[in-house]
């Protein structure tokens, strides 16, 4: 259950989360479930700016990115400063995972081996970013309502099926009651805790609320990345041509 | 006499290849990549991460090549990353070396399958601002499907957390026989990978050449307190304080230093059991000779010849007989070895039809041994066998001086 959702969010892909104040105190499981696969993979198109701020025991390293996605596993990442490391691009098709080096100005292919691998130095994975696993059909789920803070939150604890790919052996969402809108992500191996998400900053975009602000935090505790939407669009136009190898060269070169 | 021989030429012999065999394996284990001995940053013998590097001093650098034995020492960046194109990629170690110092201290640029070695950067001066070239291990070639001439995109996480990246063009496949090389080593110019991955002016390792394997714990030393002097370039500020170990060959492959120590004592073990065949049939020899003469050892008792003497006598023939033995022996093994130590003896009928040598422990070594003729190859066989002389003709010697002469005489015993 790596898969998970948080990159996705940060990707863009998101966000059709609808307000769902009319239910009952205890939503139904698969609702819950299908709601969660479908907010996080949208089928619209999505454009985003966004900063990403890594802090590590090298110091802080803060990158300006910009996305694009059309539908839940296409999409194209792109740094823009620091100037260093801008045209560094990711670019994800149901083909595979690709990674432009700019001062090569070439593509290479990001093997399946790799996908537990940092994604460009962050605490995501690429394999965050691939995510095919569906909540619904993936795992076996409990819903259940909690206090956090003091105010009701609804709780869902994900078990990976077996034989399904993920390296978590459980999964916690905490959500807002009404939205469902995650508020906390917790990823567990065994009883260890391997890493914690936050989401924060909800902002309604169109019809969906989306988390502008997400913070990774792994299990360790001496590191943290931070994603800071500045703009987030959905249902954008985009060509399909920018999602290829020489589209994604072509955007690249427009520092 | 030819018994004694030829059990020493054969312990001549067999020493000599045992010395060979180790050699070539400390050697094939060494020369490739690690150096006799080895300079690291403590830090990065505990964690070999990109961030774990330091500094040597020119001052530093001249000091240690001016060191008896020393023959070269080549500093190197280590950093692991992706390589491929948009096809096919592999994670890799790459290792930024100094070209021709590199050449002078381990054997990498010797081992080129295809294509060629690296070139210094100020050959390339005539060239505009080249490609960077690089050298691939065979494995991991043929795993991302490149050959000499093809492009290879790196990938990678600079020291300083950016994406360090760079577009090589590989000069030579390299098939080196050191398994982690050939599958994941890419080799390129050490300067342009310090800037790539922002260290610059700053290492991972630095292997050394010496001349005599059996002294790398001694210069080892000599090189540790080199490194332990307060560095002048204390100004420099590329020069981040760490602790700074120059190892030796026995301390970063402790397994194969074991086995050369196992190797030893089953060497003397190997003596043992030879020496006591030979003295079975020394002694047996030198029983039936002293025991067919009885009779004219009683007479020569008769005469006056005194026990004592007589027991010398029988004694010395016995001794003599064995140094005879041992110096034709030896003569005859240490030419073999010396010829083998010249020519090489072929052992390719033994090895793995499927590859081009020996494999052992991970280090694989050409299938033509080359002995190594030490004084202890000649002499210890040689040395051991007076001993052995003596034992064996010890009890005929006795059995001799003690004959009964009226009973010798008339054949009565």
């Known amino acids: 259950m790596k898969r998970t959702f948080m990159i996705v969010v940060m990707f863009t892909t998101l966000f059709a989360i609808e307000v769902r104040a009319d239910q009952p105190p205890l939503p139904k499981l698969e609702d819950i479930t299908k709601k969660l696969d479908e907010v996080y993979r949208a089928t619209g198109t999505t454009h985003a700016k966004l900063t990403m701020t890594i802090v590590n025991k090298r110091g802080t390293r803060a990158l300006q990115m910009e996305s694009w996605s059309k539908g839940a596993d296409t999409s194209l990442i792109l740094i823009r400063k620091p100037a260093r490391e801008a045209g560094t691009a990711t670019l994800m098709t149901p083909d595979g995972l690709w990674n432009y080096a700019p001062r090569a100005d070439r593509l290479i292919r990001i093997p399946k081996g790799l996908l537990g691998d940092s994604w460009m130095g962050s605490d995501f994975t690429n394999d965050d970013l691939v995510q095919n696993t569906k909540y619904a059909k993936d795992f076996t789920s409990k819903l259940s309502w909690v206090q956090e803070n003091g105010k009701r939150a609804l709780k869902i604890v994900f078990i990976p099926n077996k034989n399904v790919p993920v390296v978590y052996s459980r999964l916690e969402y905490l959500m807002e009651p009404k939205t469902w809108i995650p508020i906390r992500a917790e990823f567990f191996d065994k009883k260890k805790k391997t890493r914690t998400m936050l989401f924060s900053d909800i902002r309604k975009v169109g019809e969906k609320h989306v988390p502008f602000k997400l913070v990774l935090q792994p299990g360790d505790g001496k590191s943290s990345t931070t994603i800071q939407y500045e703009i987030f669009e959905a249902d954008v136009k985009l060509d399909d041509a920018m999602f290829t190898k020489r589209g994604l060269r072509r955007i690249a070169k427009k520092r | ?413």
């Open chain 2, 1 to 413: 006499m030819a018994g004694i021989a030829v059990g020493v030429a054969m312990l001549s012999w067999t020493l000599a290849y045992f010395n060979g065999f180790i050699g070539e394996l400390v050697k094939s284990a060494t020369s490739i990549s690690l150096g006799q001995i080895q300079i690291s940053s403590k830090a990065h013998i505990d964690a070999p991460s990109i961030n774990n590097t330091f500094t040597l001093s020119q001052v530093e650098l001249e000091e240690i090549r001016s060191l008896d034995g020393v023959v070269e020492i080549s500093p190197r960046v280590k950093v692991y990353g992706l390589v491929g194109n948009e096809e096919r990629s592999a994670v890799a170690q790459i290792i930024g070396v100094d070209p021709e110092r590199d050449s002078a201290t381990t054997t990498v640029s010797q081992s080129i399958k295809d294509g060629q070695w690296l070139k210094p950067v100020a050959a390339k001066t005539d060239e505009k601002p080249s490609q960077p070239h690089a050298v691939v291990g065979h494995h991991l070639a043929r795993q991302i499907g490149v050959s000499v001439g093809d492009e290879l995109v790196l990938f990678f996480e600079a020291a300083d957390g950016a994406l360090g990246n760079e577009l090589l063009k590989v000069t030579g496949i390299l098939k080196s026989g050191n398994t982690a090389i050939d599958r994941t080593g890419v080799f390129m110019n050490r300067e342009t990978l310090q800037e790539i991955a922002a260290l610059e002016g700053q290492f991972h390792v630095a292997p050394i050449k010496i001349k005599d394997v059996s002294r790398a714990e001694r210069i080892a030393k000599q090189i540790s307190d080199i490194l332990k002097k307060p560095q002048i370039e204390t100004k420099d500020p590329n020069v981040i304080p760490t602790v700074r170990l120059a190892r030796s060959w026995g301390e970063i492959i402790p397994q194969i230093k074991q086995l050369v120590e196992v190797s030893d004592g089953a060497n003397y073990i190997y003596l043992i059991f030879v020496y006591f065949i030979i003295a079975f049939g020394l002694f047996n020899a030198a029983r039936m000779s002293a025991l067919e003469r009885k009779r004219e050892f009683a007479m020569m008792l008769a005469i006056g010849v005194p026990r004592s003497k007589l027991f010398w006598t029988v004694l010395l023939e016995t001794v003599v007989i064995s140094i005879l033995g041992a110096v034709v022996g030896t003569l005859m093994g240490s030419a073999l070895a010396w010829y083998h130590q010249t020519y090489g003896f072929d052992m390719s009928s033994f090895a793995d039809s499927s590859s081009d040598g020996f494999n052992y422990m991970g280090v694989s070594f050409s299938s033509i041994v080359y002995f190594i003729v030490t004084p202890s190859s000649v002499f210890v066989p040689f040395i051991a066998i007076l001993p052995v002389g003596f034992i064996c003709g010890l009890w005929p010697a006795i059995q001799s001086a003690r004959t009964v002469i009226l009973k010798s005489i008339s054949n009565r015993n």
